[in-house]
């Protein structure tokens, strides 16, 4: 019987698996709710996520990944065992291999951390890959990082923002910077609380980020209820574009900052490969309006986009999953 083969990318904000000759079968919030101090999980995904803010004492709530390493591994661990059940048909899954995208600027001691969710879970792994997200993402991009001579790839992600220059097949440096498109929740929250002595959930908040947050001039508007800590009873107030623009605008400075920074200290035959082919953003807030043009005008280089932004890393770690000789360049399996 063939091993099934599964490429996993464990985002912060969605877990997106890909298996081999089905393509992605599986993009779900990467929450969880459990009960007992067993951590029975009573709903993952979409169903965990929308209990977040709102589930009573008894029903814990996790989001276990945190600035792109597993916070809880015990929660990461109940929720892929609910979550291995549901892309398997089995109650375990036996005798599987699985390709897992990692940060690459991260601690080995965090990297294992992403191989124990699948060997401390019910899953029964025969092999178990791990390969740098960058080395994912370009492959999810179509790039040719054998030949080429220099790629820089920013993925802007919803808790970290990972730029990386690659170079013959090889990642020549990556930073992880610990912001991303979480922090313009948690930064409209704030403000709304300050500014209107109102108070918001971080969904709430998100949805506020989804409408409003954009890195060019809008006159968009929107309204959210919330609770009036004056009065302290529930209401409803109207955000505008224009004053969620400075929240946002030093996230997009720091963005920008990074990659002229990583440009700067590139070796030249690297650094004019890069400004001939442009750099690459993937990550989901890269969807950010205007972020494109933002960043082109500010480090002066063309910025190459794609409407897949959120499922690159994903469509790359199946690739690699489906080409073992080549994936075998990048990451040396555990083996079970």
Sequence with gaps: MAKK??????????IKVYKNGDGIILLEKNAVSTVGKEKKPVAIGEKAYEMYEKAPPSIHVSLPLSRGVVSHLD???????FMGQAVSGRKKMKRCQFYIAVPADITEVEKQAYSKIITQSESTPQKVCLIDKPIADAYGLGLDI????????????ADTAE?????????????????GGNDFDRAIQNYVRKKYNFVIGLKTAEQLKIKLVSAMESDQSYTVVGRDVLKGLPGKITLTAKEIYPLAKDIFFSFAAQIRSMLEHTPPEISSEII??????????????????????????????TNDAQKTVVAGIGYLSEHPKIAAKYAVPLEQ
């Design 5 to 14: 083969t599964f490429g996993i990318d464990f985002g912060t904000s969605t």
């Design 276 to 305: 001939h082919n442009g750099i690459y953003l993937t990550g989901g807030t890269s969807f950010v309006e205007g972020l494109n043009q933002f960043l082109a005008n500010e480090v002066n280089v063309k910025i190459n986009t």
């Design 146 to 157: 054998e030949r080429s001579r220099g790629v820089l790839i920013a993925n802007l992600g």
């Design 163 to 179: 730029i990386s220059i690659l170079s013959l097949g090889g990642i020549v440096v990556s930073k992880l910077m610990p912001y």
């Design 75 to 81: 929660d990461m661990v109940a929720l892929w065992n």
